[in-house]
C-alpha cells in the first residue's frame, strides 16, 4: 500500500499548481484581503472546531506569520486592507458545524499577531456568519460592504490571504471571481492568492472516524488541492509576494 507522502506526491503530479511570483509597486490598485485569521481558527486549542489546532501547527503558524507580514507592508503604505471575522450567534447555526466563533468570545477574535489592525484607518474590519466572504458581506438593503469598498478604493487587483485554504477562502476567491466576470465588482480585474499566506486544518481520518459526522481532512493535500481549484477558477496563484519602493 502506498504511503500518505507517496499519495501527495502523485497527487502534486496529477494536479500540479504553478505558483508565480507578484511584484507590487504604488501604481498597483492593490488591496489586501484577510480571511478568517481568528483565535477560534489558528491559535493553540482556542477553538470549538477541529479547524483550530490542538498543537502547534507549521503550516496555520507560517500563514499567520505572512498574513501579518503583509497586513503591516500595506498599512506601512496607507494601502486598503480587508479583514474578515468569522463571528457567529449562538442561537444561529452553520450546518454542518458545531457552534463556533460565538460573539463575544475570543474566538471570534483576530489572532494577537493581527490585533493591532483594529486600529489601523486604513484597514476595514468585517465579522461574517457564513463560510462566503462575498456572501457575508451582504446587507439587507442590497448593497455588498466588499463591493462597495473595492469600488470606493478603486481596487484592481487583490492578494488574499487566510484560512481555511480550501474552504473560506476559496468559496471567497470563486465567487469574487465570478462577480468579477458578470462585472459586479468594478474596477476588479485580479484576483491572487497567496500560498505561504493561507492554510487550512488537519484531521487525520484514525481521528475522523471518531468524532460523529466528521470528514477525514489531510491537511497538505487539502491545502493543494484548494489552490488547485482556486487556479482553476481564474485566480493567480503565487508563492512570493514582493514590493518595489
Given at each position: 500500500m502506498a504511503t500518505d507522502e507517496t499519495i501527495f506526491d502523485h497527487l502534486k503530479k496529477e494536479i500540479p499548481v504553478?505558483?508565480?511570483?507578484?511584484?507590487?509597486?504604488?501604481?498597483?490598485?492593490?488591496?489586501?484581503?484577510?480571511?478568517?485569521?481568528?483565535?477560534?481558527?489558528?491559535?493553540?486549542?482556542?477553538?470549538?472546531?477541529?479547524?483550530?489546532?490542538?498543537?502547534?501547527?507549521?503550516?496555520?503558524?507560517?500563514?499567520?506569520?505572512?498574513?501579518?507580514?503583509?497586513?503591516?507592508?500595506?498599512?506601512?503604505?496607507?494601502?486598503?486592507?480587508?479583514?474578515?471575522?468569522?463571528?457567529?450567534?449562538?442561537?444561529?447555526?452553520?450546518?454542518?458545524?458545531?457552534?463556533h466563533c460565538i460573539i463575544g468570545t475570543q474566538e471570534a477574535e483576530l489572532v494577537p499577531a493581527l490585533q493591532w489592525l483594529e486600529s489601523e484607518t486604513c484597514a476595514t474590519l468585517m465579522r461574517k456568519d457564513c463560510i462566503n466572504g462575498f456572501v457575508g458581506s451582504m446587507e439587507k438593503?442590497?448593497?455588498?460592504?466588499?463591493?462597495?469598498?473595492?469600488?470606493?478604493k478603486q481596487i484592481k487587483a487583490i492578494v488574499v490571504v487566510g484560512i481555511c485554504t480550501d474552504i473560506c477562502v476559496f468559496d471567497f476567491v470563486a465567487t469574487v471571481l465570478s462577480a468579477r466576470n458578470h462585472s459586479v465588482i468594478p474596477p476588479l480585474e485580479d484576483v491572487v492568492v497567496y500560498s505561504r499566506g493561507c492554510a487550512t486544518y488537519d484531521l487525520p481520518l484514525h481521528v475522523a472516524k471518531d468524532i460523529k459526522g466528521a470528514q477525514a481532512h489531510p491537511q497538505e493535500m487539502m491545502h493543494h488541492v484548494g489552490l488547485y481549484m482556486a487556479k482553476g477558477r481564474g485566480a493567480k496563484v503565487v508563492s512570493q509576494v514582493s514590493f518595489d519602493p
Open positions: 504553478d505558483e508565480e511570483s507578484l511584484l507590487l509597486n504604488p501604481d498597483s490598485s492593490v488591496g489586501l484581503v484577510i480571511v478568517d485569521v481568528v483565535n477560534g481558527f489558528c491559535t493553540v486549542s482556542s477553538g470549538n472546531m477541529v479547524v483550530a489546532p490542538t498543537k502547534p501547527n507549521e503550516q496555520i503558524s507560517k500563514m499567520v506569520e505572512e498574513s501579518a507580514m503583509l497586513a503591516r507592508e500595506f498599512c506601512d503604505r496607507n494601502w486598503p486592507v480587508f479583514a474578515f471575522l468569522d463571528s457567529h450567534h449562538p442561537d444561529v447555526p452553520e450546518i454542518p458545524y458545531p457552534p438593503d442590497g448593497s455588498n460592504k466588499f463591493v462597495d469598498w473595492v469600488k470606493e
